[in-house]
């Protein structure tokens, strides 16, 4: 018979020196978690199909279940850690503090350096409301960083606000398709696009233009001050944007100013997030390395209604951005003893010795 | 710190010289076969048009200059700040006039085409089954030879379809030269891109 010796497209495998820096990664980034005391949650493997976000329907690597129901395997961590919030947890008094380290799948198209499968670490702030909840989370994301090794590192932050209120403004109401056109042409600051998307809408002109701003206009984008004058009279917009300015001078207040930068044509998926949102960039890295943002209304419609915050960070992208950043491996392996005594007895004696004294050896037993 | 550009050797190159020139920004002379080159504060690399997004997606290049049709059809995940204006084009179908394709499609199309990707799009907005022959270049013979019903390519006369019999049956989109840039150079770097953006939106 013959088999096929590579893995499917999507699959990864990671070994040796390459393990060894993630397993070293992952351990900081959760010894930051659990020092701002954030308990583990180890969620299911899979789930019901059902239970995960609509948007990523098409990525979802599902199988029936023996009793004919459709599984999927886990493409992301919150849905189901609300979920258990607002099932099993149901008796355990909110807030919960919640973090969670483990591989996730998602069908993505093939495509050199994407993979299907990846690790992500993260936590979620069950009851977590207000500003104390989002500094607490960003202070968080930045910590985690620091510790992984990462030195020239920026969290963009947004507000879904923004981005929501302006779009109903507009006259792209929730269910119109020239909407997510729009989403993804602002997602992509892609100005024309983003003029065409809103062609057809009848809303107030001043939006619309605020719209096509955010995505031309670099000022707008990343200025509080001028998105105010541009959106000056847009009702709900100026509170989101007061929400953010309250957010960056506490964070410049508590030292973490250089850390953070504007970026409010960031919405992260509008369903689903309702207040602050931000994505983090690493320097020699193209792509983020993770995000989170605030979800307010996700537990309610579980039957739970609790305020919620969490972010994620991609372990393999963190593993590149360590690597890229010229910093050494993080954990180098230490070359072992070689035990080999007189007989195996002895060796195995030996071995055992050195081993309750923490030493990496090879056993080779008697020459 | 500085910036790296991703161009292409095509014929978007004199007009993104143009620009960069009028903009007062240095521009690579292009007496050279070096691929990678260092003018003023600025890293050149000349790429294959196709390969222009995937450079500035990876991170590799800051920033790029690229048709929209390559855009289209390469589908990074790119930020796409400015239309550079230059490089006009057209995404269009064509088929022989005899086809009968304006007025009824045949139930399954077959559309030889460089742009795979931007075909099967379109095809499926009108909700119609595709198959692509992916050919690397001269689509244009393709239907006469019977290797295809029709064609999807970039026309700017209309010339080489006439000369081969082709009529346009509709244009797909209208594409010019834009200016890409990557999403975590725009945050890492934001005061150069910001600066790059500024100087070339000015010269438009």
């Known amino acids: 018979m013959h088999m096929r010796l590579q893995l499917p497209q999507g699959a990864s495998c990671f070994t040796f020196g390459e393990a060894r820096a993630r397993r070293a990664i992952e351990a900081r980034v959760v010894s930051v978690f659990d020092g701002w005391g954030y308990d583990e949650i180890v969620p299911p493997l899979f789930d019901d199909a059902a239970t995960f976000d609509p948007t990523l329907a098409s990525k979802l690597y599902t199988f029936s279940g023996r009793d004919g129901t459709t599984l999927a395997l886990r493409p992301d961590f919150t849905s189901l850690v609300a979920k258990i919030a607002a099932g099993r947890l149901r008796q355990v008094e909110a807030p919960l503090r919640l973090y969670y380290s483990g591989e996730v799948v998602r069908y993505e198209p093939p495509r050199a350096g994407r993979q299907s499968e990846f690790h992500q670490m993260g936590l979620e702030f069950l009851g977590g409301g207000g500003p104390a909840a989002d500094v607490e989370v960003i202070a968080v994301a930045i910590e985690c960083m620091e510790a992984a090794g990462v030195e020239d590192f920026v969290l963009a932050l947004g507000h879904a606000g923004v981005v929501t209120a302006l779009l109903d403004a507009a006259g792209l109401p929730v269910d119109d398709s020239g909407r997510d056109e729009a989403l993804a042409s602002l997602n992509r600051r892609d100005p024309i696009a983003v003029a065409r998307a809103l062609e057809g809408a009848r809303g107030s002109g001043p939006a619309r233009r605020a719209l096509v701003g955010l995505a031309e206009d670099n000022g707008i984008r990343q200025s509080l001050d001028a998105a105010r004058i541009a959106c000056n009279g847009i009702e709900s917009v100026g509170e989101a944007l007061s929400d953010l300015e309250s957010l960056t001078r506490t964070l410049d207040e508590a030292g973490l100013g250089a850390r953070v930068a504007i970026d409010l044509s960031e919405s992260r998926g509008l369903d689903y997030y309702t207040g602050l949102v931000f994505r983090i960039y690493g320097g020699g890295l193209g792509f983020d390395v993770g995000g989170g943002g605030r979800y307010d209304a996700l537990l309610g419609r579980l039957g739970r209604p609790l305020p919620a915050i969490g972010f994620m960070l991609g372990l393999d992208r963190l593993a590149l951005l360590v690597d890229r950043s010229g910093s050494r491996s993080p954990e180098p392996a230490v070359s072992p003893v070689v035990v080999n005594a007189r007989t195996l007895g002895e060796s195995v004696r030996e071995a055992r010795e050195r081993r309750r004294r923490r030493e990496r050896i090879r056993f080779e037993g008697p020459a | ?204």
């Open chain 2, 1 to 204: 710190m500085t910036l790296t550009i991703a161009l292409s050797k095509g014929r978007l190159l004199t007009g993104a010289e143009a620009l960069f020139t009028k903009a007062g920004l240095a521009f690579p002379p292009q007496d050279t076969r070096r691929l990678i080159v260092e003018a003023g504060d600025l890293r050149f690399l000349f790429v294959k048009d196709m390969d222009v997004p995937v450079y500035v997606e990876y991170g590799v290049a800051d920033a790029g200059i690229c048709g929209s049709d390559v855009l289209f059809e390469a589908g990074s995940d790119v930020l796409v700040p400015l239309d550079l204006g230059f490089g006009r084009c057209r995404m269009v179908l064509a088929a022989h006039p005899s086809s009968g394709f304006a007025a009824a499609w045949p139930p399954t199309v077959r559309v030889a085409t460089k742009y795979a990707n931007v075909a099967r799009a379109f095809f499926e907005t009108r909700g119609l089954a595709a198959e692509i022959v992916k050919l690397q270049g001269s689509v244009e013979i393709a239907p006469g030879l019977g290797l295809a019903d029709c064609i999807v390519d970039m026309v700017e006369t209309g010339r080489t379809l006439r000369e081969n019999g082709l009529d346009e049956v509709e244009e797909i989109a209208a594409t010019s030269a834009r200016l890409v840039v990557n999403r975590a150079s725009d945050h890492i770097k934001r005061g150069e891109v910001a600066a790059l953006i500024a100087r070339l939106r000015a010269c438009l």
